[in-house]
């Protein structure tokens, strides 16, 4: 079956940097995504991975190992906005978008 | 530009009616998209679409419906309501070159409680 495994929840305190795991196995890859959820809100596109290597947009970077089925999501200098909950997601080779159940980070003053 | 729109924005629902969900998106995008998030779950495709005139099943269709008269709507109907349909709904949207998807955009969500 398909799969992606992040942790359920973190906690980091602001100004501080967290690294948030994603692994996944599927059949065939088409790129990973990282969504932004904040609680009662929609999905918001943060990230995009389709080869190896880090992405950097901001204060947020992507990484990305296709041979290890390994992404992390980098947030540095964190701010309480930040608090939220981050999506993994990944195509697979029929382009069906696989979810991840999503890991809630909790930033502390 | 709105984006994605859905309407209700929530709904509370009598077990055994029927409701539609609307989703309206002015971004022309070929693909559209209906998921259900649940607690501790991730999101999970009820059907989609990948153009106009097309539809398509996803991981967890039965007891829903949707149809695609035209690029801009996605109507998700619910022919006869179960609590276990309680759920938030989100609609997606994303374009298409040469074959490959993009990234999926995603509307404000529907919540829906089914007694």
């Known amino acids: 079956g398909q799969n992606i495994d992040q942790p359920t929840e973190m906690t980091a305190t602001e100004g501080a940097i967290v690294q948030i795991n994603c692994t996944y196995q599927?059949?065939?890859?088409?790129?990973l995504f990282w969504y932004q959820q904040h609680a009662g809100e929609a999905p918001t596109f943060l990230s995009y991975?389709?080869l190896d290597g880090l992405e950097e947009k901001g204060r947020f970077s992507s990484f990305l190992s296709r041979s290890k089925g390994y992404s992390y999501l980098l947030l540095k200098e964190l701010q309480m906005k930040d608090s939220a909950s981050y999506l993994c997601?990944?195509?697979?080779?029929?382009?069906?978008?696989?979810w991840g159940a999503g890991t809630k980070l909790i930033i502390k003053p | 530009t709105a984006g994605i729109t859905q309407a209700p924005t929530s709904q509370i629902l009598a077990a055994g009616r029927s409701m539609t969900l609307r989703c309206t998106q002015d971004?022309?995008?070929?693909?559209m998209y209906w998921y259900r998030q649940d607690l501790g779950l991730g999101l999970r495709l009820i059907h989609y679409?990948?153009?106009?005139?097309?539809?398509g099943k996803g991981e967890v269709p039965d007891g829903y419906s949707v149809s695609r008269a035209n690029t801009d709507d996605f109507p998700l109907t619910l022919a006869s309501a179960v609590p276990s349909q309680t759920s938030v709904y989100f609609c997606?949207?994303?374009?298409?070159?040469?074959?490959?998807?993009?990234?999926?955009?995603f509307g404000p969500g529907t919540r829906l409680l089914v007694l």
């Open positions: 997606a949207s994303s374009d298409e070159s040469g074959g490959a998807k993009e990234t999926q955009y």
């Open positions: 991975n389709v």
């Open positions: 679409s990948n153009t106009a005139g097309t539809t």
């Open positions: 997601a990944v195509y697979d080779s029929n382009y069906q978008l696989i």
């Open positions: 599927t059949s065939g890859f088409n790129g």
């Open positions: 971004m022309r995008h070929n693909a």
